[in-house]
C-alpha cells in the first residue's frame, strides 16, 4: 500500500522557471492538502481541496497555483519561482474523520 | 484564528529519561488535538491523537491528555529510546474548517545514549 507519493524528491530550480509537484494517493480518499515547511515556522497550508472538483487557498497560496485532477491526484504549480520559495513540500489526504496521512516530501531549492 | 503553541527545541535528553513537550492552543468550538512525528528525511506521521476533553491519546509509550481548562495537549513519554530523535509537532483541527491541520513550530527531540 503506496498510500501518498509525491515526485520528484529533490528539484533545483532557477528563479522564474516553472515547476509542477505532483502527488498521487491510493487510498480513495476525499480531501487533499499541500503543505510547506520551512525552518521555525511548522508546517503552513498553501491550498486544499475538499474533494474533487473542489480547490481553495490555504494560509500562504500566493505564487501556487492547484489542480485536483481527479479523485487520486492533486498537483502544485509554480509559474515563475523565486528563491523565498525554497521549501520541503508535503502533499496530505484524508477521509471524513480520520487524520491526514502525509508523503515524503519535495525538496525544491530556487537559486 | 486558531493557533498552537510548542516548547522550543531542542530537546536533548539521556536514554531512559521522561521526556515531556509542552502544547498549549488557541481554538473556537471544540477542536481535535494532534501530535505528529517527523523522523529525518520522512514525512510526518500521526503519533497519536484525541477528539474531546479529557480524552487521552496513547501510542508507543507516548501518552498526551487533552486538557480543556489549561488548552493544553502536553506529550510525555516515561523513558524515551535513542529512536525516537525525532521533530514532534503538536497540531489541531477546529469545527467547520474543512478538516485543516493548524501546526506548532515543532520541537526536535535528540537521545543520546
Known amino acids: 500500500n503506496a498510500g501518498v507519493t509525491q515526485t520528484p524528491k529533490f528539484q533545483v530550480l532557477k528563479t522564474g522557471q516553472s515547476m509542477t509537484l505532483q502527488c498521487a494517493q491510493d487510498?480513495?480518499?476525499?480531501?487533499m492538502y499541500w503543505y510547506r515547511q520551512d525552518p521555525g515556522m511548522g508546517l503552513r497550508l498553501i491550498y486544499y481541496?475538499?474533494?474533487?472538483?473542489?480547490?481553495d487557498k490555504g494560509e500562504v497560496p500566493n505564487g501556487y497555483n492547484v489542480s485536483r485532477l481527479n479523485k487520486r491526484e492533486f498537483s502544485l504549480r509554480l509559474e515563475s519561482a523565486a528563491p523565498s520559495q525554497t521549501s520541503v513540500y508535503f502533499c496530505?489526504?484524508?477521509?471524513?474523520?480520520?487524520?491526514?496521512?502525509f508523503g515524503d516530501g519535495t525538496r525544491l531549492s530556487i537559486l | 484564528g486558531d493557533s498552537v503553541t510548542q516548547m522550543e527545541g531542542p530537546v536533548t535528553l539521556s536514554e531512559e529519561a521522561f521526556l515531556t513537550i509542552n502544547c498549549t492552543y488557541t481554538?473556537?468550538?471544540?477542536?481535535?488535538l494532534f501530535w505528529y512525528v517527523q523522523y529525518p528525511g520522512e514525512g510526518l506521521q500521526l503519533l497519536l491523537k484525541?477528539?474531546?476533553?479529557?480524552d487521552k491519546g496513547s501510542n508507543k509509550g507516548f501518552e498526551a491528555t487533552y486538557r480543556k481548562e489549561t488548552t493544553s495537549f502536553h506529550l510525555e513519554k516515561g523513558s524515551v529510546q535513542v529512536s525516537d530523535s525525532a521533530v514532534y509537532f503538536c497540531?489541531?483541527?477546529?469545527?467547520?474548517?474543512?478538516?485543516?491541520?493548524?501546526f506548532g513550530t515543532g520541537t526536535r527531540l535528540q537521545v543520546t545514549l
Open positions: 484525541a477528539t474531546k476533553a479529557d
Open positions: 481541496s475538499a474533494s474533487e472538483g473542489t480547490t
Open positions: 497540531a489541531l483541527t477546529s469545527t467547520g474548517t474543512a478538516s485543516k491541520l493548524t
Open positions: 481554538a473556537t468550538g471544540y477542536p481535535s
Open positions: 487510498m480513495n480518499h476525499n480531501s
Open positions: 496530505a489526504s484524508r477521509k471524513p474523520a480520520e487524520p491526514q496521512h
